[in-house]
């Protein structure tokens, strides 16, 4: 399973650690990831996905999975959550745009 956001497509970045000599060596900076269920209002179930902590604060602030969803580009969002924004569309009634 990729370390990557299932909302936000954040993953997995390098970087430096740095030693008080100055000297660097490699590392890697994981992602926040959290294994929740978010309860969509307009399917009427659970949809459960992998998403980073930031990710969860700001679906929270929008008011729920499906204002997240609905409220972002598809330019912006991964396959998986393209995916769900979808079938949130198609059970309010919008049609759904061909990719």
């Known amino acids: 399973m990729p370390r990557r956001c299932a909302l936000s497509g954040s993953k997995v970045s ?17 992602p926040n990831l959290q294994n929740v269920t978010l309860l969509s209002d307009a399917l009427g179930e659970r949809v459960r996905l992998r998403v980073t902590a930031r990710a969860l604060r700001t679906v929270q602030k929008v008011g729920g999975i499906d204002a997240f969803l609905l409220g972002t580009d598809d330019a912006k969002l991964p396959p998986e959550a393209i995916v ?16």
């Open 84 to 99: 769900v924004k979808r079938r949130v569309r198609r059970a309010i009634g919008g049609v759904s745009k061909p990719v």
């Open 14 to 30: 390098s970087g430096n650690n740095v030693s008080h000599s100055n000297r660097r060596t490699r590392r890697t900076f994981a």
